[in-house]
């Protein structure tokens, strides 16, 4: 949650789409006799993901004339998304909404036109859209488009969104990143129907192994809830295939992945649990290691010759989710918990892990009061 969304055009399209579909669950939780439907997001999460989206694209600044941003284009659409949510926004920020509006002029006043051809997007069918956009100046129907496919996904129309990228955005990167979006809304949307067999195959079909485990990481937790145990860990077993067989990790995000499988383990197989993670606390200690090496020749991972765990840093990161790991495996077997913790190198490490089992150790004790 303290990654800057626009500094990543990937994070800004995902918490984007995580909350538009979260909404979309919402609303249907509302009427009669409507399906019973997954949620992903606590109340808590969602206005907390909405409200760091607002605050962030209205703190940012248009770059001068002339000059390409990236962090640019990424608050566009992040704008087109939440102008999407109305007057809810105004709920996380006072004003919000008209503050969007005068945002989307500010970043791009060259379509004067900008709220005229939002409003036709929000309101209009999606051929009637098609028409209005191809009357837009050229420069901006590929935006457009983008939003228009993207409020077809929303409402669960991936076909149709899908056809409106392929036919009409003709920038690579930009059409490769919405069929993207466009899956990851598919794969939110099986698994908050409890179809994880149909969230696999969505996933398997990713081709980039990073962007694979970025997905795994987040719908791990969804399997194991209503499934019986044998069901669940077949579920979790395809989805670790998914990542490949070579160990260790290959990246932060294959990390990131295996540490949340590990932790789903737990609750049906802790032995299968600690067999992922071992090699992983081998890997925790090579990453320490070479990141003493390279103290003084690039960003600083050492404050008075220890490791720092709350600098943010990319060694720090992975601790912290490894604690938060082992600390929810000590609930099933203490003793294989501390001793795996015994094997990480530094000192500090150690004393991470020590504390976030013991916090997890409690909290689990005085709830069961």
Request: aromatic letters at 4%; charged letters at 25%.
């Amino acid at each position: 949650m303290n990654d800057k969304l626009l500094s990543k055009p990937d994070a800004a399209s995902v918490i984007i789409n995580l909350i538009q579909f979260n909404q979309n669950l919402m609303q249907r939780s509302l009427v009669p006799n409507a399906s019973t439907q997954q949620r992903l997001l606590s109340d808590e999460q969602y206005r907390e993901l909405l409200q760091k989206a607002v605050t962030e694209v209205l703190s940012f600044s248009r770059p001068p004339a002339g000059t390409y941003s990236s962090e640019r284009d990424a608050a566009l659409n992040l704008l087109s998304g939440l102008l999407q949510f109305g007057a809810e926004v105004n709920s996380v920020s006072g004003g919000g909404e008209a503050a969007l509006r005068k945002k989307l002029l500010e970043l791009n006043p060259e379509g004067s036109n900008g709220l005229q051809y939002q409003n036709l997007i929000n309101n209009n069918s999606s051929d009637a859209a098609l028409e209005g956009i191809e009357k837009a100046p050229k420069d901006q129907r590929e935006q457009l488009y983008l939003q228009l496919a993207t409020r077809e996904s929303s409402n669960g129309d991936t076909a149709r969104a899908r056809q409106i990228v392929n036919d009409r955005v003709t920038n690579p990167y930009q059409r490769r990143q919405a069929l993207a979006n466009i899956d990851q809304q598919e794969m939110y949307r099986a698994v908050s129907k409890g179809k994880v067999e149909d969230a696999l195959r969505i996933i398997a079909s990713v081709k980039t192994p990073r962007e694979r485990a970025r997905q795994i990481a987040q719908i791990v937790e969804q399997i194991g809830p209503g499934q019986k145990r044998g069901v669940a860990i077949n579920l979790l077993e395809q989805v670790k295939s998914l990542l490949g067989s070579s160990m260790p990790a290959q990246d932060q995000d294959q990390m990131n992945a295996l540490l949340e499988i590990a932790r789903a383990f737990g609750k049906y197989d802790a032995k299968r649990s600690f067999e992922i993670l071992d090699p992983l606390i081998d890997q925790v200690n090579d990453l320490c290691a070479a990141a003493r090496t390279m103290e003084g020749f690039g960003p600083e991972n050492f404050e008075d010759d220890e490791l720092s765990i709350q600098s943010g840093n990319t060694v720090a990161q992975v601790v912290a989710r490894m604690s938060n790991t082992l600390g929810s495996l000590a609930l099933v077997n203490f003793e294989r918990a501390r001793a795996t913790s015994d094997r990480l190198s530094l000192p500090e490490v150690r004393l991470q892990m020590y504390l976030e089992i013991a916090k997890q150790s409690i909290q689990a004790a005085d709830s069961r009061r």
